[in-house]
């Protein structure tokens, strides 16, 4: 079932009385704890406008301050095989022990995963496998391996241009309570200029921080967009189940800066990509 | 001539990089407009370069080689810090509310009262454990009416809100050029009575038998004798005067912030800075005056190996100073006890002057209760408050503890939380601002 207009209204005015429990007894469990939907800086200045403008069951979000880029220069390939890294390490030992099972290049394109973002340097000089990238490898760290950041103060403007790909920030931190979730799609008026929010992105129960954008040109000349720009709206949708709060173990929570995120760990696909 | 040669290059090279570095991508356009002020320092050198040749007096030709080198070495690490302004790691959010609270304070403080659009903020960081500002462009002719403040965390801690108190003790610097002339005055008359309470112990640095105050100051300022102590004593004056801005702006979490990065210290006492049991006795001192809750055994957070001896000054006799001198530094730091308070209090009428609020425990205690939801908070007072809650976040063992997977990068979410929290801070600001 959407949320309509009113019925998110009503949910963010509560919060202000919310916030002023001290929730050290708040409980995750326990359904009769506050659970408030939070979305900060508030939708609009003029109470409720917002969402009233966007028609009747969404409320627009703003572009942040924050984007990011890959290294395109740095970069042979991306690979998103999640099982890709490890395949890749058991393939250089078989071609010593049987080279007929060496794997198929595509027209001489090296695969690399994510795992193993490596500088074309890297990659023609070290003969070394590649190492299994950690787990618990933070954010940030992924971020600076294979991205770059850029901070565009209120004011100034970024450049898209036709084709370009760039994930921005929405300016609104924001947190779902367990019984609603959300999609994140553009803005129509902006897709017809030929800025498109590339994804459809779900937003689980329980999120809490900056929502990822992940934006496109897709038109014929440059557009310019500045931070604080009205660039996508959040439908809320609320969640029928046991209760359970806190279903979202995004990796994205908590950030104010767009997120790069991880491919996990895929046994199956793994599995389905062995030779033998 | 060879060494007209050498510096027309350098001047030429260094101007070549200005050009460079102008093109970089800076967020906010204060560093354009320092490169553009060095840009013209060094243009002036590079002309009078041009007019000099081989048949000028030598001695001539030689100065103006010199003063080109000089002002090369003094430049060449701003412009450097400039560059790194740059760095994505820097909280950029914090630049808005670090320059509001600088303009308040300015506005008050400074006879000249520059102009809003005239006070350029510039944050970087710095490859040195310490926090820094380049306080002396602030004072620097060829900048005006331009006022300067370039403040630089330490470069692995340049993305920690924890660590923004001390911009206060570096806004401190900048405040204290505005009332340089009375406090050095002040430490100059103290140092006398110092000198006079004792003259059998200090009687072999001035002579004060059978003189009045008034020649003995006559003596301390034509002779010089007491130089290495005014020295002192102006320098330390002036840092106890930054601790004490740091600390009656962002209150608690000034003592937190400057714990962090002096604990377990082994830093004693240098000729600038006052030694570090000194600057914990006075912060305590101060916090009291400014009803600043201290946090319990804070003194004990400085044992370093070497701070735990009684006496502090112990550095300089390892430097090798005379026992006359070290005499100069004791007189220096008998002066600085002397003026502390007052010191403490001359803080106090300024900022309170400016109108900057008290740090709330109260707000921030109504803040960090939205940080274990996991938000930040809306309709802030100060950016103190905030990062008092920031700290209170850091100290809150429990936090999040039901959500593993943001508890196991607490620090991570603490920053992105608060410097979040200080961008919505900084739009309320904005929308409050008239058109």
Redesign the interface.
């Known amino acids: 079932m959407i949320e309509r207009a009113d019925a998110v209204a009503n949910r963010l005015a509560a919060r202000l009385a919310l916030l002023a429990t001290d929730p050290a007894v708040f409980d995750p469990q326990d359904s009769q704890k506050p659970d408030p939907l939070i979305v900060i800086p508030y939708p609009d200045l003029k109470p409720d406008a917002a969402l009233s403008e966007s028609g009747s069951a969404s409320v627009d979000l703003r572009l942040g301050t924050w984007f990011v880029t890959l290294r395109q220069a740095r970069m042979e390939s991306l690979g998103i095989d999640p099982g890709q890294s490890e395949r890749r390490w058991e393939e250089s030992k078989d071609e010593t022990e049987q080279p007929e099972h060496q794997p198929e290049q595509l027209s001489g394109e090296t695969q690399v995963s994510e795992g193993d973002i490596r500088d074309l340097k890297d990659t023609t000089e070290s003969p070394e496998p590649p190492r299994e990238e950690p787990e618990d490898k933070s954010e940030s760290a992924r971020r600076v391996q294979f991205t770059e950041t850029r901070y565009v103060p209120f004011g100034s403007n970024y450049i898209l241009h036709p084709r370009s790909f760039v994930l921005g920030v929405t300016l609104e931190w924001i947190r779902l309570p367990h019984d609603l979730a959300g999609y994140v799609i553009g803005k129509s008026s902006l897709g017809r200029r030929g800025l498109i929010i590339a994804t459809a992105t779900g937003v689980h129960p329980g999120f809490t921080g900056c929502l990822t954008l992940e934006l496109t040109n897709v038109g014929e000349i440059p557009i310019r967009i500045q931070p604080g720009l009205r660039v996508c709206q959040l439908f809320l949708h609320e969640v029928k189940g046991t209760g359970v709060r806190r279903v979202d173990h995004s990796m994205f929570a908590c950030q104010r800066q767009p997120g790069v995120g991880q491919v996990r760990r895929d046994d199956m696909a793994r599995k389905l990509a062995r030779r033998r | 001539m060879l060494l007209l040669d050498f510096a027309r290059t350098r001047v030429r090279l260094v101007l070549r990089d200005i050009e460079h570095l102008k093109e970089c ?1 800076f ?2 356009p204060d560093a354009v407009t320092a490169l553009q002020r060095i840009e013209d320092i060094f243009r002036e050198f590079r002309r009078i370069l041009d007019i000099l040749t081989p048949d000028y007096p030598r001695e001539y030709i030689v100065r103006e080689c010199y003063w080109s080198l000089q002002t090369t070495a003094t430049y060449l690490p701003i412009l450097g810090f400039i560059l790194r302004s740059t760095d ?1 790691r820097t909280a ?2 914090t ?1 808005g509310p670090i320059r509001r609270l600088a303009e308040s304070i300015l506005r008050y403080a400074d006879p000249n009262r520059p102009q809003p659009d005239k006070i350029h903020l510039i944050l970087s960081s710095e490859w040195d454990y310490s926090p820094f500002v380049y306080s002396r462009l602030y004072g620097h002719e060829e900048w005006q009416p331009h006022c300067f403040i370039m403040i630089g965390l330490p470069a692995t801690e340049s993305p920690n809100p924890l660590l923004l108190p001390l911009t206060g003790h570096e806004l401190g610097h900048v405040v204290w050029r505005c009332f340089k002339a009375d406090m050095d005055l002040l430490m100059d008359q103290t140092v006398v009575q110092v000198v006079l309470e004792d003259p059998g112990r200090y009687g072999c640095i001035v002579d004060t038998r059978g003189k009045t105050a008034e020649q003995v100051y006559d003596e301390l300022l034509h002779r010089e004798a007491l130089a290495l102590a005014r020295y002192c004593t102006r320098s330390q004056a002036e840092e106890t005067y930054c601790d004490f801005v740091g600390l009656r702006v962002f209150g608690r979490g000034y003592l937190n912030a400057f714990a962090y990065l002096l604990s377990a210290s082994t830093v004693t006492s240098d000729l600038e800075h006052p030694g570090l049991p000194d600057r914990v006795d006075n912060l305590v001192l101060a916090a009291q005056l400014y009803q600043v809750k201290c946090p319990p055994d804070y003194a004990l957070l400085f044992a370093g190996p070497e701070v735990s001896c009684a006496e502090t000054i112990e550095a300089p006799d390892e430097w090798g100073f005379s026992a006359e001198q070290q005499l100069q530094m004791e007189i220096a730091r008998k002066a600085l006890q002397r003026v502390a308070k007052t010191l403490a209090e001359k803080v106090r009428d300024v900022i309170n002057g400016a109108n900057v609020p008290h740090p709330s425990e109260d707000e921030a205690r ?1 803040i960090h ?2 940080y ?7 309709g802030c007072r100060s950016l103190a408050d905030i990062l008092g809650a920031a700290w209170l976040a850091y100290e809150d063992d ?1 936090l999040w503890h ?2 593993p ?2 508890s196991t ?1 607490k620090d ?2 603490i920053s ?2 608060v ?2 929290n200080i ?2 801070f900084e ?2 600001q ?2 409050r601002d008239p058109e």
């Open positions: 991508d967020p906010f994505v950029f959010e630049w109504r209760i939205c274990k939801y996991g938000v930040p908070a809306e429990k039901d959500r997977e943001v990068r991570e979410v992105s939380l410097l979040k961008e919505v739009i309320e904005k929308m």
